[in-house]
Nanobody, 125 residues
Framework: QVQLVESGGGLVQAGGSLRLSCAAS????????MGWFRQAPGKEREFVAR????????YYSDSVKGRFTISRDNAKNTVYLQMNSLKPEDTAVYYC??????????????????WGQGTQVTVSS
């Protein structure tokens, strides 16, 4: 089992940047693909990005492609989400998740096995 803890959220103006971190414990994340999801008030959970087990391949939702970058450092057992050119519509709670299916593309949160508690990102206009 793996425990995930997100950090790095906060309040930022439109056009600004934030870097989210997801620190894992209990097990090495090197055997998991890792993903970021978000959920805004009154909306369903939304896939943001995914990185396969070794960091070689990444996937993004159309809404964040070109602005967000997912990366991982297996030695530090940490996954990151660099968010640039933030927009008010990026406001949400951001969640980190681990998927035992180590490679390939999966954007359904129900397929992921472990979740963090989330970190709030608020983008003001």
């Amino acid at each position: 089992q793996v425990q995930l803890v997100e950090s790095g959220g906060g309040l930022v103006q439109a056009g600004g940047s934030l870097r989210l971190s997801c620190a894992a414990s209990g097990r090495s994340i090197s055997i998991y693909a890792m993903g970021w999801f978000r959920q805004a008030p009154g909306k369903e959970r939304e896939f943001v990005a995914r990185v396969i087990w070794n960091g070689a391949i990444t996937y993004y939702s159309d809404s964040v492609k070109g602005r967000f970058t997912i990366s991982r450092d297996n030695a530090k057992n940490t996954v990151y989400l660099q968010m640039n050119s933030l927009k008010p519509e990026d406001t949400a709670v951001y969640y980190c998740a681990a998927d035992k299916y180590m490679s390939g593309y999966r954007n359904n949160g129900d397929d992921y096995d472990y979740w963090g508690q989330g970190t709030q990102v608020t983008v003001s206009s």
